[in-house]
């Protein structure tokens, strides 16, 4: 299958100064992608560019088979965008800002106010249609962003940094709505975003941008085994009979066993790695050997934990 969203070799330069770098990303329908950086990594002007808004100073950007560049006008017919900052009129309710972005969009006005009624369903906005908008918190403002950029059926949603500035239970909801459009209804999802283990939650891959690089891509499995090679799973386990002679023969039997790639005793704890998750058979190793276990860990490597890692 053609990927939905192909990046071939794009580059930005500002003057001297390169802020996307030879980026090579290709995009499945119905995949959440998460664009992960710090600030300046070049998160926005990659968007810019998908979205034909800034012109690449090399390689290409298609969406939808259309290349952003040459045709923005049909990229933008089949893409949402979602800014960071978002402009609604304050003193109009939810519902009458939606119907006015769909009357925007040629949308006659019977066929709008349905379609806006039934967008504030799906944002779980329907109790607040009738409110000002002014009056919104600003997750509810982000969730009618997602209203906003749904109404005109886009195939592609690209959110820039759409969790800034929302509460953790504002965070949960809207990633969770994003989750839910991407798997049941197959829109493909781009967002940017720099808080790493939040979006690590929902994205099916992330690529890991740093000064206009892509330093990594991938789901988070196969980056944390790529970077972490044989330590990829570290099991943690506490004996209740917690001699060092007992904790020095397990290691030598799971070590023999080639269970673990290493083991050591820490604390008195076996801190056990392993390029696999060696969970079961290790803990079954253990229990044979007549041993009893009183305290298990398994520590799994997150977004945080890579990125660390690479700097
Ligand atoms: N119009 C411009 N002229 C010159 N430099 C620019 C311009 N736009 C962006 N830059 C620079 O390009 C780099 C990448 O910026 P960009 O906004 O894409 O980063 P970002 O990853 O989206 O960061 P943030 O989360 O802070 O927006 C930064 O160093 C920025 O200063």
Redesign the pocket.
Same mark, same amino acid.
């Given at each position: 299958m053609k990927p939905i969203i192909k990046l071939k070799n794009l580059t930005?330069k500002?003057?001297d100064?390169i802020?996307?770098n030879n980026l090579n990303i290709e995009i499945k329908k119905g995949e959440i992608f998460g664009l992960l950086?710090?600030? &300046?990594? &070049?998160? %926005?002007?990659?968007?810019?560019m998908l979205l034909g808004l800034?012109e690449p100073s090399n390689g290409n950007a298609w969406v939808c088979n259309y290349n952003a560049t040459k045709n923005p006008i049909e990229v933008k017919k089949h893409v949402g965008y979602l800014p960071?900052n978002l402009g609604f009129y304050n003193n109009r309710t939810g519902l009458e800002n939606l119907i006015y972005i769909a009357r925007l969009n040629n949308i006659p006005t019977e066929i709008a106010t349905k379609k806006a009624k039934e967008l504030l369903t799906r944002v779980g906005l329907d109790n607040n249609a009738n409110q000002k908008v002014g009056t919104y918190s600003r997750g509810m403002k982000q969730r009618l962003g997602l209203a906003d950029i749904l109404i005109k059926n886009p195939s592609v949603i690209i959110l820039?940094?759409p969790t800034l500035g929302l509460d953790p239970k504002g965070i949960k909801e809207f990633l969770q709505l994003i989750y839910k459009l991407s798997k049941e209804e197959g829109i493909t999802v781009l967002l %940017?975003s720099?808080h790493l283990h939040q979006v690590q939650q929902v994205c099916d891959r992330v690529g890991l941008?740093v000064d &206009?690089n892509l330093i990594a891509q991938g789901d988070i499995n196969t980056l944390a085994k790529s970077i972490f090679n044989e330590e990829s799973h570290t099991i943690e386990i506490k004996l209740k009979e917690n001699h060092e002679s007992n904790l020095n023969t397990i290691k030598n039997l799971l070590i023999q066993n080639k269970l673990a790639s290493k083991v050591s005793i820490i604390s008195e704890k076996l801190i056990i790695n392993c390029s696999d998750d060696n969970t079961t058979p290790i803990v079954k190793s253990i229990v044979n050997a007549n041993f009893n276990i009183n305290h298990l860990h398994v520590k799994s490597y997150g977004l945080d934990d890579i990125y660390q890692r690479y700097f």
């Open positions: 930005k500002y003057g100064f802020a996307v950086g710090p600030n &300046g990594a &070049g998160k %926005s002007t990659t968007i810019l800034t960071d820039d940094e %940017s720099h941008f &206009g």
